[in-house]
């Protein structure tokens, strides 16, 4: 049974810095995928930033410079740093894990941020900026 637990959200000035965390179980975090995505109410959600099993990550034009994610692999637990935050970092933050994605045809594969290439996600933690 896969489970993700999100938790570190809450209220930061503009320009502070935050820090989530995702508790995951039943999950092997170094071998797969992992992200973490934004969601607004109404809106869609949104890939921010993911780790690849190689140690590689992929960022979201938005999170460049400013998102760090890291993981603790005996702890299972995945971490996202806010750094200087703005008013628009302001949503719910997602946990989510997955495979990575196939190339047809070439032998590679890769972690990507589009939420229908993950299939096991957190509820969420609020971060409001203000």
């Known amino acids: 049974h896969v489970q993700l637990v999100e938790s570190g959200g809450g209220s930061v000035q503009a320009g502070g810095s935050l820090r989530l965390s995702c508790a995951v179980r039943g999950y092997t975090i170094s071998s797969y995928c992992m992200a973490w995505f934004r969601q607004a109410p109404g809106k869609e959600r949104e890939g921010v930033i993911a780790l690849d099993s190689d140690g590689s990550t992929i960022y979201a034009e938005s999170a460049k410079g400013r998102f760090t994610f890291s993981k603790d692999n005996v702890k299972t637990t995945l971490y996202l740093q806010i750094h200087s935050a703005k008013l628009e970092d302001t949503d719910m933050y997602i946990c989510?894990?997955?495979?990575?994605?196939?190339?047809?045809?070439?032998?590679?594969?890769?972690?990507?941020?589009?939420?229908?290439?993950?299939?096991?996600w957190g509820q969420g933690t609020q971060v409001t900026v203000s």
């Open positions: 989510a894990a997955g495979r990575r994605q196939v190339v047809a045809g070439t032998g590679t594969s890769y972690c990507s941020l589009k939420p229908y290439d993950f299939n096991y």
